[in-house]
């Protein structure tokens, strides 16, 4: 988590951006957080951590897929279709909460 003592706005190069898969237009409107160091987060700039989690419902669409050996992009596209949201979707949203980094969840998430 970026430390709440020296937080501040923080400016994403475009091509971190483009890195990272994101639409720019999306994204115009949400303002990107860093931690400057300070003593109290060790200068790193984070201080304690937060989950980003992913879950699958089995549905007994998804199960009949897992039964019958389908691909996991089959079976990964039915569950978004379902309203599974991702661990990159919930990484997001923890920058959009201010919580962590572009950077960060770029380090623990694939980019789709």
């Known amino acids: 988590m ?3 003592v020296c937080k501040r706005p923080a ?3 475009p091509e971190l951006m483009e890195e990272s898969s994101l639409a720019p237009a999306e994204w115009r409107s949400v303002t990107f ?3 400057a160091g300070c003593p109290q987060c060790n200068h790193t ?3 304690g951590r937060t989950a ?3 879950l699958l419902l089995l549905s007994d669409r998804i199960r009949d897929l897992i039964l019958a050996k389908r691909p ?3 079976i990964r596209n039915v569950a978004r279709e379902e309203g599974m949201v ?3 979707e919930t990484a997001l949203e923890k920058i959009r909460q201010g919580i962590t980094t572009l950077k960060e969840i770029n ?3 694939f980019v789709e």
Do not use: A, D, M
């Open 2 to 4: 970026i430390c709440e």
């Open 11 to 13: 400016e994403v190069p």
């Open 33 to 35: 957080y860093e931690g």
């Open 45 to 47: 700039g984070f201080r």
């Open 52 to 54: 980003i989690g992913e």
């Open 72 to 74: 996991s992009s089959e």
């Open 86 to 88: 991702t661990l990159r």
């Open 107 to 109: 380090k623990v998430t």
